[in-house]
């Protein structure tokens, strides 16, 4: 008896009594480890879905295997009788094997391992290490994304969030992310980019919970901001910092591309030859600028006042969003509009009157000091995956990956803490 419990905690099957052990060679040269067992009694005739004792219905298929965790160097099953009960809720389903998760062939304990080691390793190292095939890993994390939702509630507490959409693969094919702006954790995501994938966001968070959002961050030119007026009455507005100094970015480079323009026009090849080359040191923060760089920039400032002033405007709106009293902030703010409105630089005299359409919205951004830099952090970790999981070729895995390693829904390892 002792030495069954010692094998069964080995494999990680719980609540189950051992019957038989045997070894088997399959059609290749591995032998696998075959354990027999039962559920104790009080498992034994459950619902997989509510739990609840049902009656027998029928064998179902009879005997069942569920793959185990290797034992040693070899794989490792686990066999047992699969019955169908009749649950007055659920119907004639397979009775619940305590060790393994609805509808799977594998232990829980060996797919929990298989989640753990695909948050940290890429999928092809995964499959060769565990020897499944990359179908398999797919459907494992699905399982368990969805397994441990049910355990921990993502939407719990989260009264400020970010919404964007990221690039996930070739042909414009778009992922709906929701992040946490408090935690930095990855809510939601959905593929598309459009207000029907935002839509069922809000659908799973109820109407409930709806109510107690505070906070929601977007994109100024984002197809989302229907969907959260409608969805979130209470909720406020913020545009996010990002997008505005981006806006300022290429508001800059329009006019770097004028000034360029007008040089090569009046025969001046040099001079725009320099400037073309000159882009990075316009973009870059000036305190990440190189020595060349600078040395670009103080040329600029010497030979082209306008292009110089466009960089200084560009520098100042981002210091906007980093000033930490809000009302200096929106003072800085009222002299940069009144600055940019008169500068004489047609794409910055556009940049500010869309600045002052949005202004309620970058007011509150500046009270709170919301930003979207978790959402691009989100992003960024999101593309990392979509590389590390070279070979899906569906979103559902994807995403199951992404809520497992983004989401704090990754199961800890096995036999730990």
């Known amino acids: 008896m002792r030495d069954a419990r010692m094998l069964l905690r080995a494999l990680g099957v719980e609540r189950a009594v051992l019957e038989d052990v045997r070894w088997e060679r399959p059609e290749v040269a591995v ?47 686990v066999e047992a009788e699969a019955p169908r ?73 989260v009264t400020r969030i970010g919404i964007d959409e990221v690039s996930y693969r070739k042909g414009h094919r778009y992922l709906t992310i929701v992040v946490d702006h408090d935690t930095g954790r990855l809510l939601w995501a959905t593929p598309g980019k459009d207000e029907a994938a935002l839509r069922r966001f809000f659908d799973e968070l109820g109407p409930q919970r709806s109510a107690r959002i505070r906070f929601v961050s977007t994109d100024a030119g984002s197809a989302f901001l229907k969907v959260v007026r409608e969805r979130c009455p209470n909720a406020k507005h ?22 360029w323009n007008q040089l090569r026009r009046t025969g001046q090849k040099k001079r725009a030859k320099a400037l073309k080359g000159a882009r990075w040191a316009l973009w870059k923060n000036h305190g990440d600028l190189n020595p060349a760089q600078q ?30 009293d809000s009302a200096l902030a929106k003072r800085t703010l009222d002299d940069w509009l009144k600055w940019a409105s008169r500068s004489r630089l047609l794409p910055f005299v ?28 989100a992003a960024t970790k999101l593309r990392l995956l979509t590389r590390l999981a070279f070979g899906f070729h569906a979103h559902e895995p994807l995403v199951a990956l992404a809520m497992l390693r983004l989401g704090g829904l990754c199961p800890a390892l096995p036999s730990r803490p």
């Not at 094997?97 to 989640?115: G, I, M, N, Y």
């Not at 913020?238 to 000034?259: M, S």
């Not at 920039?297 to 030979?303: S, T």
């Open 31 to 77: 032998q696998a480890l075959v354990v027999r067992v039962r559920p104790i009694q009080r498992e034994s005739g459950r619902c997989p879905d509510c739990g609840r004792r049902c009656p027998r219905f029928d064998r179902g298929d009879g005997v069942r295997r569920w793959r185990a965790p290797n034992f040693g160097l070899a794989k490792a099953y």
């Open 85 to 157: 009960v009749q649950c007055r809720e659920h119907g004639v389903v397979v009775q619940r094997a305590p060790w393994a998760r609805k509808s799977s062939r594998f232990t829980s304990v060996f797919e929990d391992q298989l989640a753990w080691l695909a948050v940290r390793t890429d999928k092809t190292t995964l499959a060769n290490l565990l020897q499944v095939a990359w179908r398999t890993v797919g459907a494992i994390l699905e399982r368990v994304a969805e397994s441990m939702r049910r355990v921990r509630d993502p939407f719990e507490g």
């Open 238 to 259: 913020c545009l996010d910092p990002f997008h505005i100094v981006q806006w300022a970015t290429r508001a800059l480079d329009a006019v770097r591309r004028t000034v």
């Open 295 to 324: 040395l670009t920039l103080a040329n600029i400032e010497r030979d082209n006042q306008p292009l110089f002033r466009a960089y200084l405007l560009k520098e100042e709106l981002r210091s906007v969003f980093q000033e930490t």
């Open 350 to 377: 556009k940049l500010a009157r869309s600045i002052r359409q949005h202004r309620v919205a970058i007011d509150d951004v500046i009270d709170h000091g919301l930003s979207n830099a978790r959402l691009e952090a």
